[in-house]
């Protein structure tokens, strides 16, 4: 008894420790760790499996920022959208209703707010403490949770993917040419976001300067900051059709961001005074992110904000209700502030023009002279008078001068502009065109219709963010759905493989044995 004792234990002991079996002890570990990495890849699948995974390299915005709203309810942007995005009919009626919804979710909340923000006895140090124990910020992500949700049960997932694949793409177009850097006109003159607001019926505007109201209203409380009552304050408004209107609101959101101006003007900019001039602080907030991509109150921006139209005003400029739109705001006060800009260069002929911006470089190709040594411009969408003059290197005034027009006519694509008149001393060697002559354009009349010039144009060197045409950039085929390699899924699929390996070769050395 005792001398099987003695044989048996110490072999047992062999066993359990692999001493004398070194080949079961590796299969042992080799089938632990594919285990492991079997495990890990399904943790791994679970937790990023049903993510919508991104364009590699995009800028994140989908989830974060509410652009569904903006995307669909622009004019000059939904088009792209549509056809960008590979969108059915159905399919977009779907996509709008959705934004809809979330839109009338968002207003819904913002007006909850105003309790707060109305308080005139709370600071502004309370009522930004208000709005963060409202859970404002946390409220608008659910609510643009809930509507990604909704539009991929909707759609189907590979429709959602082509949505979310063209608007990240987009977005980074939409930063370049609206955001922080984002061009402005030589003159007080600057493309701003427009929305509608409930003017009662007046014929009026509202920007976020509540100086301008004040002043406007025949209150004194702001003449220390150079504002002064009687004078009127109003504001000339280009879309389709041009109108002007009085200042006789504050808003959109912000109250004291006068972006028009600087700190060295005669009403100088009060807040976010480090943006460039002509840009909202809402709309640095909601492209770049500025003060948190918060407004002055602490509340998440959910649109670049820049000037309210009440409901006439908007039908009178072409932008029906119910759409939002960049608009051309032309700020009647500000003539003659900061004539002598650092941000001009020498023409040849010795006055003063605006450097070349981006948003020209983008949106605009000049016209190669003729052989008379003319220069004929033929307007394309999304073209402006400041836009042209500024690529041209021209003075608004000499444009408006030479083809009979105004700061109050509109332009349209298919019009020509003279930008420079043919040569008296020039020499044609072979018949051309005669330069078309532009009517003489109002408010409410459009320049005279004529044919695309035959001479080829030069366009200015595309910049990196937008050599497509027609201002889009991204492809369909190039979004998440057609990516080729996700990074996620190869990871899980290497951490299944490794550990089926590992078990197979586990299984072998056990064999073996």
């Known amino acids: 008894m005792s001398l099987s004792i003695r044989n048996t234990q110490p072999k047992y002991n062999r066993v359990a420790l692999g001493a004398d079996q070194p080949g079961l ?13 079997i495990v890990l890849s399904i943790l791994v699948e679970a937790r990023f ?147 509608r607001y409930d003017s009662g019926g007046a014929y009026t505007v509202a920007l976020p300067d509540q100086c301008l109201k004040f002043a406007n209203a025949g209150y004194h409380v702001c003449d220390d900051d150079g504002y002064q009552v009687g004078q009127g304050y109003s504001v000339f408004i280009s879309y389709e059709k041009s109108t002007a209107a009085t200042v006789m609101e504050a808003g959109p959101w912000n109250v004291d961001d ?16 480090d943006l460039p001039l002509g840009i909202p602080e809402a709309q640095a907030a909601y492209f770049d992110g500025y003060n948190g991509g918060r407004d002055q109150y602490g509340r998440r921006v959910t649109a670049p904000f820049g000037i309210d139209l009440a409901r006439q005003v908007s039908i009178d400029i072409g932008l029906e209700p119910g759409n939002n739109d960049w608009i051309e705001v032309s700020f009647l006060w500000t003539d003659g502030w900061g004539k002598k800009s650092s941000a001009s260069t ?71 502009l003279v930008i420079q008149p043919a040569q008296a001393t020039a020499t044609p060697t072979v018949e051309t065109p005669i330069a078309p002559t532009p009517a003489r354009a109002t408010s409410t009349t459009r320049l005279t219709r004529t044919p ?43 951490l299944s493989a490794a550990g089926v390996a590992l078990i197979l070769a586990g299984t072998a050395l056990n064999l073996r044995k």
């Open 49 to 195: 499996g049903d993510v919508e995974r991104q364009p590699f390299n995009a800028s994140p915005v989908w989830g974060r920022q509410p652009v569904l709203g903006y995307f669909v309810f622009t004019p000059s942007l939904v088009e792209m959208l549509r056809s960008g995005a590979g969108l059915s009919e159905a399919e977009f009626q779907v996509v709008r209703k959705i934004a809809r919804e979330e839109v009338e979710q968002l207003r819904s909340l913002e007006r909850g707010s105003l309790v707060i923000i109305g308080n005139p006895a709370l600071r502004l140090e309370d009522k930004i403490a208000g709005i963060d124990a409202l859970g404002y910020n946390q409220k608008v992500d659910a609510i643009l949770q809930e509507s990604a949700a909704r539009l991929e049960q909707a759609l189907g997932k590979a429709a959602y993917r082509r949505i979310v694949g063209w608007v990240e793409s987009r977005w980074i177009v939409e930063r370049y040419l609206h955001g922080n850097l984002a061009p402005t006109g030589a003159a007080r003159t600057y493309r701003v976001f427009a929305t």
């Open 452 to 494: 695309r010039p035959t001479q080829p144009s030069s366009p200015t060197p595309p910049l990196p963010l937008a050599s497509p045409q027609d201002r889009q950039v991204g492809n369909p085929e190039q979004s998440a759905e057609n990516t080729a390699w996700d990074p996620v899924l190869v990871f899980i699929a290497a």
């Open 25 to 37: 002890r590796r299969s042992e570990m080799t089938w632990l760790l594919g285990l492991v990495l």
């Open 258 to 273: 006068n972006y028009w101006a600087t700190t060295r003007d005669p009403q100088p900019r009060r807040m976010f005074t």
């Open 346 to 416: 020498q023409t040849p002929g010795g006055t003063q023009a605006p450097l070349p911006t981006r948003e020209a470089v983008i949106l605009y190709q000049t016209a190669t002279p003729g052989p008379d040594g003319s220069i004929i411009h033929v307007v394309q969408p999304g073209h402006t008078l400041i836009g042209i003059s500024t690529v041209y290197q021209m003075e608004l005034s000499l444009l408006l001068s030479q083809n009979g027009l105004s700061l109050n006519s509109v332009i349209h694509p298919g019009d020509s």
